[in-house]
């Protein structure tokens, strides 16, 4: 499935649909644990990837050291060609393949696993990273809370932390001058990469949430496709 060309007819998506955006949100569906039974033997992972998702220990709080062995490696950040069709200086997100480009110089692009948002909490359309936030505060939205009353303790806000839903860097989302809810985050379960499981936000490892927050200029233009 993840050959799957990005077509033209989605790269013509106009600014009409994000819809449903009081849905949006960044907590997790709870993920069956991993069955060491019949789980398959970790992949033989190159040092040059052990070192790509190595520990960071002079972050605000010390990030450990990704479990890419949960990982198929095909969401292990990559250089490749660009296939978007998007000019350089724009984020691409490729939903159905599980993919978010960084388009760059010279027609290539740098590409994040993701984990996505579940049914019924997908979108899709273009608007721009407006900003971004180092170790941000989570405030989960109103309607969020509702669903999910166990929130309620964080109605103003979650303090930073390995345990706070954005993890080390969230970039923001917006449409023209309104804020959509939904960001790019980070996340600290490998195991959501590849996966549907969000409420709407796109997540990637800390390690690479941290790469593509240095890459992306405020303003630049984002692509979400369904």
């Known amino acids: 499935m993840h050959s799957t060309p990005i077509s033209r007819r989605h790269m013509m998506l106009g600014t009409s649909s994000l819809a449903a955006l009081a849905l949006a949100g960044c907590t997790t569906t709870t993920i069956p644990p991993v069955t060491t039974a019949v789980a398959p033997p970790p992949p033989s992972i190159p040092p040059e990837y052990l070192a790509m998702y190595a520990a960071i220990p002079d972050e605000r709080f010390l990030i450990p050291a990704a479990r890419i062995d949960l990982v198929d490696p095909i969401y292990w950040r990559r250089e490749v060609e660009n296939p978007t069709g998007e000019r350089a200086g724009v984020v691409v997100v490729d939903t159905p393949n599980r993919f978010l480009y960084w388009t760059m110089a010279n027609d290539r692009a740098m590409r994040y696993g993701v984990g996505i948002g579940r049914e019924g909490f997908a979108w899709e359309g273009r608007g721009h990273i407006a900003y971004g936030r180092e170790w941000p505060t989570w405030t989960p939205p109103s309607d969020m809370i509702d669903r999910e009353p166990e929130l309620e303790q964080y109605r103003n806000g979650m303090g930073p932390?390995?345990?706070?839903?954005?993890?080390?860097?969230?970039?923001?989302?917006?449409?023209?001058?309104?804020?959509?809810?939904?960001?790019?985050?980070?996340?600290m379960d490998a195991r959501s990469i590849g996966q549907a499981v969000s409420s709407g936000c796109v997540r990637l490892l800390f390690q690479d949430v941290i790469d593509l927050y240095e890459r992306v200029t405020w303003g630049a233009p984002i692509v979400v496709l369904q």
């Open 161 to 187: 932390g390995l345990d706070n839903p954005l993890g080390p860097r969230a970039l923001y989302i917006h449409q023209g001058n309104r804020d959509t809810l939904y960001r790019l985050h980070g996340n």
